[in-house]
């Protein structure tokens, strides 16, 4: 069955450090988002792709930055920790449809703790 | 940009109907949907509204109205197991990625 993976799923890092959360999905999907998760905010969107080398910026972006070299990997990077990230990460995937919303599928999600 | 209202928490019995309203603005309008949000578990998709009206699902319906920028998701025949986070979303200006309100939290009692 196609899947969306996330890994790992509980990180704890020290402020300064750079860290890379890695999520990889089977369903052959164009589109893959990350999501941050806190108390009180909901989900909010930090990047997304909508295909191989395209990447934008979503509304909480700063300190983040993701590449996207091939269809299944999304890699979400923390430049240099902040006790601000740290959260709960969400990636997600979704079918391409012309521009309408269509179903996301999450992964599993990533606790991170900057300490 | 776009934003979204929804009230934070409903409470309700087993058995009973519930209504989590949802408000939002957004430059362009893609469609609202809905996702479900167990503790320590990850979003699910619920439904989705492209047009005004009701789309059912079940015991689940989510209802749309694009002229008042609005929609809710109702539950019927409440069980505890629909204790659970609900979040209403729409789709950023390319209409590709989900921008969340900050959910509502159901609590279900016996």
């Known amino acids: 069955d196609a899947e969306i993976t996330q890994s790992p799923r509980h990180k704890i890092t020290e402020t300064g450090r750079q860290v890379t959360l890695a999520c990889h999905q089977t369903?052959?999907?164009?589109?893959m988002f990350w999501y941050r998760q806190d108390l009180g905010h909901g989900l909010r969107l930090i990047h997304y792709?909508?295909?191989?080398?395209?990447?934008n910026k979503g509304e909480v972006s700063d300190g983040y930055s993701v590449s996207r070299s091939n269809t299944e990997d999304l890699p979400l990077t923390l430049e240099s920790a902040a006790s601000s990230q740290t959260s709960v990460y969400f990636c997600a995937s979704s079918a391409t449809t012309g521009g309408t919303n269509t179903e996301a599928f999450f992964g599993q999600g990533t606790r991170l703790t900057v300490v | 940009g776009q934003s979204l209202e929804q009230p934070s928490e409903v409470t309700a019995v087993e058995g009973a109907i519930v209504q989590i309203n949802c408000t939002y603005q957004?430059?362009?309008?893609?469609?609202l949907s809905w996702y479900q949000q167990h503790d320590g578990g990850a979003p699910t998709f619920l439904s989705y509204?492209?047009?005004?009206g009701l789309e059912e699902t079940g015991r689940f319906s989510s209802f749309l109205s694009r002229s008042d920028s609005y929609g809710y998701l109702l539950l019927q025949e409440l069980q505890m197991k629909d204790s659970a986070s609900y979040f209403c979303?729409?789709?950023?200006?390319?209409?590709?990625?989900?921008?969340f309100g900050k959910g509502t939290t159901l609590s279900v009692s016996s």
């Open positions: 369903w052959n999907h164009n589109n």
């Open positions: 957004t430059s362009g309008f893609y469609g």
């Open positions: 509204n492209a047009l005004d």
């Open positions: 979303a729409v789709g950023n200006q390319a209409g590709t990625a989900l921008i």
């Open positions: 792709s909508y295909g191989v080398q395209d990447t």
